[in-house]
T-cell receptor, first 113, second 112 residues
Framework: DADVTQTPRNRITKTGKRIMLECSQTKGHDRMYWYRQDPGLGLRLIYYSFDVKDINKGEISDGYSVSRQAQAKFSLSLESAIPNQTALYFC????????????FGPGTRLTVT | QKEVEQNSGPLSVPEGAIASLNCTYS??????FFWYRQYSGKSPELIMSIYSNGDKEDGRFTAQLNKASQYVSLLIRDSQPSDSATYLCAVKLRAGSYQLTFGKGTKLSVIP
């Protein structure tokens, strides 16, 4: 089984809809991250969390919110989706004892029409 | 100046050749450096990490770090068509920050 899983893997939604992307991990890592990837713009950090009570904004948090339900679960929500949120979304985890190496989930391809 | 820079490519090399991928970074205080491989439509996969000046070898991959020049590179020896992918350089830029900053990636194509 994969160490980091994301659901759904693909999603098409309409402008204005609320959508939640979920991430679960079995690596036992404390740190979790949400990124989006756009052609030509690379990976950009949306939010990150170091434990259940610690949530931090990344480079591009506007229009997004997160919830860390447990050490193993970190969800990303788009409260009112807009077309420019169409992107590939990745969850990642890291272990503070492993010098910042991050391990990525398989990604969610989100299309907002 | 962009914080982590890579040539976007594409970089084309013949099968069996050495592919050389380069990355520069802006923060002289950076201490942790990573190379990820990403196949089209897939997630980034960590292939190398390097923390000290010099070379680090792992199989066909060699990472090279020169902190004085703020430069990190990845060499792939005996390149194979299966190495064709986008290679992302990631840097932990600032002391006290736990974030990685990624370059936009270099697309490598290995020609059979």
């Amino acid at each position: 089984d994969a160490d980091v899983t994301q659901t759904p893997r693909n999603r098409i939604t309409k402008t204005g809809k609320r959508i939640m992307l979920e991430c679960s991990q079995t690596k036992g890592h404390d740190r979790m991250y949400w990124y989006r990837q756009d052609p030509g713009l690379g990976l950009r950090l949306i939010y990150y969390s170091f434990d259940v009570k610690d949530i931090n904004k990344g480079e591009i948090s506007d229009g997004y919110s997160v919830s860390r339900q447990a050490q193993a679960k970190f969800s990303l929500s788009l409260e009112s989706a807009i077309p420019n949120q169409t992107a590939l979304y990745f969850c990642a985890t890291s272990d503070p004892d492993s010098s910042y190496e991050q391990y990525f989930g398989p990604g969610t391809r989100l299309t907002v029409t | 100046q962009k914080e982590v820079e890579q040539n976007s490519g594409p970089l084309s090399v013949p099968e069996g050749a050495i592919a050389s991928l380069n990355c520069t970074y802006s923060d002289r205080g950076s201490q942790s450096f990573f190379w990820y491989r990403q196949y089209s439509g897939k997630s980034p996969e960590l292939i190398m990490s390097i923390y000290s000046n010099g070379d680090k070898e792992d199989g066909r991959f060699t990472a090279q770090l020169n902190k004085a020049s703020q430069y990190v590179s990845l060499l792939i020896r005996d390149s194979q068509p299966s190495d064709s992918a986008t290679y992302l350089c990631a840097v932990k830029l600032r002391a006290g920050s736990y974030q990685l900053t990624f370059g936009k990636g270099t697309k490598l194509s290995v020609i059979p």
